[in-house]
Nanobody
Framework: QVRLVESGGGLVQAGGSLRLSCAASGRAFSSYAMGWFRQAPGKEREFVAAINLRGDNTIHADSVKGRFTISRDNAKNTLYLRMGSLEPEDTAVYYC???????????????????WGQGTQVTVSL
């Protein structure tokens, strides 16, 4: 089973940028579709973005479309989330996750991801 460790979170001012990384180890990273989710205090975990095995198909939540970009480097066993034009509403713990089945509509559902990282905090200040 793949193991996931996120990094790159921190405190940033509104309008700023961050790049999150998710390092994978164990079972072949390239055999998983991958996703990013986030959870703000008092709110449910929500879908942010997902990417297929080869990295040539992505989907982003409407709330981040045009500001965030998911990507992957299978040679480096790493998933990325580049975040720009950050807003205070983006403040949350961000999680990467490995999808359990093939690419399809289920990639937006956290229930379809059996493997999760520990999360990294992103805080956006005014």
């Amino acid at each position: 089973q793949v193991r996931l460790v996120e990094s790159g979170g921190g405190l940033v001012q509104a309008g700023g940028s961050l790049r999150l990384s998710c390092a994978a180890s164990g079972r072949a990273f390239s055999s998983y579709a991958m996703g990013w989710f986030r959870q703000a205090p008092g709110k449910e975990r929500e879908f942010v973005a997902a990417i297929n095995l080869r990295g040539d198909n992505t989907i982003h939540a409407d709330s981040v479309k045009g500001r965030f970009t998911i990507s992957r480097d299978n040679a480096k066993n790493t998933l990325y989330l580049r975040m720009g034009s950050l807003e205070p509403e983006d403040t949350a713990v961000y999680y990467c996750a490995a999808h359990g089945t093939g690419w399809g509509p289920s990639v937006v559902s956290s229930d379809e991801y059996p493997v999760w990282g520990q999360g990294t905090q992103v805080t956006v200040s005014l």
